[in-house]
């Protein structure tokens, strides 16, 4: 029997098949009809599926006693926790509590949790790890559009004339996306690529800029004043007089040069070729947003598309690439601090009484702290917290520093399929049902919303994640219905403008809906109005912040990381797939061919590569893929704790921490 669903994995959204026999999940393949996938699956889609049984996952609920786990039923872990919560809350106030959300729950999940943590418990501290990787394209897209999301949809990619990329591997970390630029490279159209690091796909691109580590700033303001100084821009665009005399002057080619290292000539090419191809699409990935400047970078992006005409019209757009499945979705739902359910501000008056009144609690009127300030303040302000699905002890930049934290905490609840690193650190751990478990909805990085379809039972004594919030939100004396994810969506639908008009059975079509969809007929057209109404709206130049960790004589290096194609997040995931496990089995870092001549290193060779907080042993890969001075660094390999290496200092705008580039050495063992 084969069961259609949406794959776990990228924030793509493919349509897949599950093949089910006697309450197994056999095989996954690609669903034909999909309108993103259309037949094909990536290599973690086709094998992801291997994780659902493995002889790992949780089974019953865990209460740590006496520094040992005992298997329990869910009537006492239930009761374990309400009571620890609202001991905390009694004596330290609702405050002291903070819960984070996972990126790879439904919809109907991240909205009770969201509910959950803001009516039951009271608490403004409300995040997820989105704060890791895109909150300050959440924070500047709703600022300019209205909502925190993309522009435009993955289909445009194949609409557009160009293609600019920033901070991103496209083929390794988002392969539908990476696919579409590679059949646009092929096909003649312009693609050009903004990053440090070569790529698979760089030799296909017409052109790659190789800007040092953290200038991406000056170059996006550099190629924005070549395109005003040779009257490239869209002449109905309003405010480019404003543009310019904002602080664009400084920024010549001559100026990129010196800042970034890329020639003039090729900035100057950059500009001229994404300002008069017609439809420009820009996408981009944390290598832009990890950063000191996060913000203003992605304020630079918006400037850039509005001023060549790129925003308000099919084919065109931006497309922020978001790496996990529902990423979008628990914005949506109101998983960020800033935001209550519907991309509205914590602080809008009408939406927290529209929302006091359907859940029938007061809701805390500022916003609280942020993810990475909760790690920090554990133990502090933070007295507990409930984690879902995220493995801060291993994802949290400069993690060694994070794991001590969360052991600080009064108490920890900890809900996940697997006893992670984080998990083993928690007081109670509540098991939950993998996507193939349960019903539901996710968000792709396009607003698509497709539902999720439950293939077997869940496994051992596991629930889905609904059912643990209303059975511990009824615990501490809220009166919520037993719901089936249905009838959660539908309450989401009432509530969320953005949502409105939506349900399940018009979510069945292959590919789901891309919201706003109000009315069959009137598909996004909310939307581009809403684009239409904004236009000519540019965010303030700003030369940015200088780069937080410059090297030095001890540590003479900028490294920065990325992620290989097998390889995702902490790998709670992929190394319980035996097919993916086995892919990218060493650990490597690599260093310019001119670096390693000075270093006397070879390839193969073993190094720690060291930072100002900790280090990691990797083996040498001697290439012209990364700069001079420059060394690349895979980030979450199951061999090395590269988080454990990153900086964790926050962007004030976004409090997204910095954790794409520092400085660092390396030494021979």
Known sequence: MKI????????????????????????ASPQRSHPVSRGTLCVKGWNGHQIIHHSSRLKKPLIKENGSFKAVSWERAISFAKSRLESIKKTHGAEAIGVV??????????????????????TPHVDSALRYFQAPTMLAMQKHLGYAVASCTIGDIESADTILIIGADVKAQTARVGSLVLGAAKGGKRCILIDPHEQELSRFLTLQLRPRPETDLALLNCMMHVIIERDLYDPEIKGVARLRSDGLERFTPAYGES??????????????LFATAGKGIILYGTGLTQQNN?????????????????????????????????????????LMTEFLPGHRPVDDVPTRRQLEKAWQFNLPTSMGLTLQQMINEAGKKIKAMYI?????????????????????????????????????????????????????????MERRVQLV???????????????????????????????KPQAIFQEIASLLPCYSGLDYKKLSVPGGVIWPCHEA??????????????????????????????????????????????????GTMISRSFTLDKEDMVATVEINTDDAKALKLRSGWTVLVKTRRGQVKR???????????????????????????????????????????????????
């Open 521 to 570: 007929s009137e598909e996004c057209s909310v939307f581009k109005k809403i684009l239409a109404e904004r236009h000519g709206s540019f965010a303030d130049v700003t030369i940015g912040r200088p780069f937080v960790e410059e090297p030095d004589e001890e540590y003479p290096f900028i490294m920065i990381t990325g992620r290989p194609a097998f390889h995702r997040m902490t």
């Open 453 to 483: 379809h439950r293939a077997i039972p869940p496994i051992g004594d596991s629930k889905p994640d609904y059912e643990i919030f209303t059975d511990l939100a009824n615990a501490m004396g809220a009166k919520w219905p037993t719901a």
């Open 101 to 122: 959300g996972s990126l790879k729950c439904t919809n109907e999940d991240n909205y009770l949790l969201a509910k959950f943590a803001r009516a039951v418990i009271g």
């Open 619 to 669: 083996t040498v890969v001697v290439t012209r893929a990364v700069p001079p001075k420059v060394i690349f660094v895979p980030i979450h390999h199951k061999d090395g704790h590269t988080q454990s290496l990153v900086n964790a200092a926050i962007e004030p705008e976004s409090g997204i921490p910095q954790m794409k580039m520092c400085a660092a050495k390396l030494e021979m063992m």
């Open 294 to 334: 996060a913000t203003a970078n992605v304020e630079a992006v918006w400037n850039l598309a509005l001023l060549t005409g790129n925003i308000g019209r099919e084919g065109a757009g931006i497309l922020p690439l978001l790496y996990t499945c529902n990423m979008q979705g628990v914005v949506d739902m109101g």
């Open 259 to 272: 800042v970034t290292g890329v020639a003039a000539d090729d900035i100057i090419r950059a500009a001229e």
């Open 388 to 444: 879902v699905g995220e493995n801060l002890a291993w994802s949290a930049p400069d993690c060694t520093t994070a794991a001590a934290a969360l052991d600080k905490l009064d108490f920890l609840v900890v809900q996940d399929l697997f006893l992670t690193e984080t998990a083993q650190k928690a007081d109670v751990v509540l098991p939950a049902c993998s996507f193939a478990e349960k019903e539901g909805t996710f968000t792709s």
């Open 4 to 27: 259609q669903t949406t794959c776990p994995f990228c924030g793509c959204g493919c349509g897949m098949l599950l093949e089910v026999e006697n309450g197994q999940v056999l095989s």
